[in-house]
Nanobody
């Protein structure tokens, strides 16, 4: 299995920004789609964004489209989630996940075989 380690979470003001990082160990991430998920208090885990390795195409949840940007640096085995214009409803634990496929097809959790431990993001004034 892959090992994924997230970092960059913390406290941000509404309207502020954070950048999450996820480093993949064990295997090169070059061949795998990478995704970000989050779980807010009292809610189910939901897909936030995904980036394919096949063509670097991206997917975003409607709730974050235009505010969040996913990117990958294959040389560093790292995927990023730049979060701008943060809202209190963005609060939650953010998880990085690696897919067993090289492309994204929605945010079905079964397509992601390896998960990080999560990093807390809190948006509050």
């Amino acid at each position: 299995q892959f090992q994924l380690v997230e970092s960059g979470g913390g406290l941000a003001q509404p309207g502020g920004s954070l950048r999450l990082s996820c480093v993949l160990s064990g295997f090169t991430m070059e061949y795998y789609a990478m995704g970000w998920f989050r779980q807010a208090p009292g809610k189910e885990r939901e897909g936030v964004s995904c980036i394919s390795s096949r063509d670097d195409s991206t997917n975003y949840a409607d709730s974050v489209k235009g505010r969040f940007t996913i990117s990958r640096d294959n040389a560093k085995n790292t995927v990023y989630l730049q979060m701008n214009s943060l809202k209190p409803e963005d609060t939650g634990v953010y998880y990085c996940a690696a897919s067993q496929w090289d492309y994204c097809a929605g945010f079905a959790p079964v397509r992601f075989g390896s998960w990080g431990q999560g990093t807390q993001v809190t948006v509050s004034s």
